[in-house]
């Protein structure tokens, strides 16, 4: 069976449509070592320049490692942004696909594969759109304009090429055409989780962000109809998927492209009312497009958490002005948001857009200081090509990195509090089997959190009446604790961390005994996924350590 590796860069809705390809290419083994694919694909960001530069990293990678006439793909964002300079930067590419033909790639995939087998590419270089074995969409594919009518001068290609690169044959580039996908139902391959996925409710953007040069290649606002997503809802539910995160660039706008005012809200109502899936939470609201009436339908919601991700890029109204963001005050969102019972409040910023002045710095500093987010990220200003704020000019980088390093400590400290708070206290949480830091550990998150993006909750313990109701009469109560084996209080307890105490051969069962010699099963050999009560046991270093209780 063939194989093929996929590297799926940037953000969640990026992945679901790494997801849809994988759905496919079903008669492909998927590898996570890249050197046995027979097919890489890297589905690429073109957010900003540093997602860019890993993004081209990843490309030259997968060109120096890959095995002799496996096929390269590269697609997403950054080629839907650069195909001509990526394609002239880069010609050992095979495939060029933007966002617009996720839903294609088996097709695309197999052209190429027969198109090579009858010999029908050259040895030379892409030097022409001419050449008959390329498949382009000129209307898609300009080079981007700015204001001015230059040309973008694409200043992230700059990468370094291998010099072997250069001497071996360059294949011709299949590139496809460049309108957004919008998933119907396509089938996809979920990742990462047996119990959550991500729902895309719509692609593209109608907001004017200076700083976002998204709406240039993800075009406007297109959103799915409710139908199609209580359809996907009802298929990922019969799979098991119980847990989901509604995503797209704008959520709360939801259907205003389709005329119909309120769709988000429409939309949570008609999914409490399907029923299929047991919880949920928003991804990416816009403060213009989001109000009071839809935060108390969050609030209200037996499925939806009160989880609020709204990205609020800055507080200071001269600063959102300049950004072309709805600069009506935040705060009355923010505030009535937290006033909401078990409320989890998400948000991001950018520090050093070209017009903050020192005194829009400490206003944002003082304000992130007080209202402590559950979680906030902070993006240092990336100038885009494209863009309004792009013609402006730049904070000098050291300002910018003096800046964002002074966010990213108010933020380590506002953490460390809120996670020192949680101490002894009972949350309701998923449990997705072992968790990456050691299988020592599970992992565990809090229901209201996003997977991956909020953290985890590493879990040591588990009752052994939990472990007995669940039919693990076998098991004792072990805790991946300290640095050697030692008898707790509790004759039934263990406390073990080291991975290769009495470790059993070919197999990742960690095996101790009680003092009669009795053999335990550690939580390394447990497989326990689900819905659990989770007690809040350590916190350290921004590190949570929980004990399932029920």
Partial sequence: MKKVHVISLGCSKNLVDSEVMLGRLCEYEITSEIKEADVIIINTCGFIEAAKSESLGHIFEALNVRKKG???????CLIARYAQEIKKLIPEIDIMT??????????????????????????????????SNIIESKANFEVKKDSKNTESKGVFIESKRDSKLDSKPQPKVIISSNKVFLNDNEKRVITGSKIHAYVKIS??????????????FKGKLQSRSIDSILKELENLATQGFQDISFIAQDTSSFLLDLGVKNGLLKLINAVEAQGAIKTARILYLYPSSTDFALLDSIANSEIFQNYFDMPIQHISQRVLRDMNRSYKDVRFLLDYMKKIPNAFVRSSVIVGYPTESESDFEELCEFLSDYKFDRLNVFEYSSEEGTRAGLLKELPKMIRTKRINKIKRIIAKNQKELFKSMLGQVFPCIIEGKSEVSPMFLSSRDVRWGREIDGEILINDVSFSLLESLGNKDSKNLQAK??????GKDSNILRVEDSNILKTKNSNILMAKDSKNTPFTSLDSMNLEGYFNVKITESKDNILVGKVVG
Avoid: H, W
């Fill in 70 to 76: 496996a096929l390269l793909v590269a697609s997403g």
């Fill in 98 to 131: 933007g966002v617009g033909d996720f839903n294609k790639i088996d097709s695309m995939i197999e052209s190429k594969i027969t198109e090579s087998k009858r010999n029908l590419y050259s040895k030379n270089t892409l030097d022409s759109k001419k050449d």
């Fill in 203 to 216: 692609e593209g953007c109608n907001q004017s962000c200076s700083f976002c040069a998204i709406p240039t």
């Fill in 482 to 487: 300290d640095s050697n084996i030692s008898q």
